[in-house]
Nanobody
Framework: QVQLVESGGGLVQPGGSLRLSCAASGSIRRINAMGWYRQAPGKQRELVARINSDGNTNYADSVKGRFTISRDNAKNTVYLQMNSLKPEDTAVYYC?????????????WGQGTQVTVSS
């Protein structure tokens, strides 16, 4: 079984920065795509950023130029550097990792971390 542990959320003023981390553990043979999603109150969960095994990335238009996704394959960890934060970035952020164990594929979600942007 694969488990994800997120960290790095919190309260920040507009224009500030935060860095989220998500570490995967368990019987992992291979990790394919790693991504971050967010869900604001009353809204659907949406993709924020995603990175493939070859390092290719894609971002939601609303965060392009402000957020950067990266991964450390040796640590099975994905990061989200968030700069120039805006109040509309306030949401619960979830990591998502797709890969395979020695027996089957998996698609796992983190527990979520709250990001609040407010003065």
């Amino acid at each position: 079984q694969v488990q994800l542990v997120e960290s790095g959320g919190g309260l920040v003023q507009p224009g500030g920065s935060l860095r989220l981390s998500c570490a995967a553990s368990g019987s992992i043979r291979r990790i394919n795509a790693m991504g971050w999603y967010r869900q604001a109150p009353g809204k659907q969960r949406e993709l924020v950023a995603r990175i493939n095994s070859d390092g290719n990335t894609n971002y939601a238009d609303s965060v392009k130029g402000r957020f950067t996704i990266s991964r450390d394959n040796a640590k099975n960890t994905v990061y989200l550097q968030m700069n120039s934060l805006k109040p509309e970035d306030t949401a619960v952020y979830y990591c998502n990792i797709d890969g395979s164990t020695g027996w089957s594929g998996f698609n796992s979600w983190g527990q979520g971390t709250q990001v609040t942007v407010s003065s």
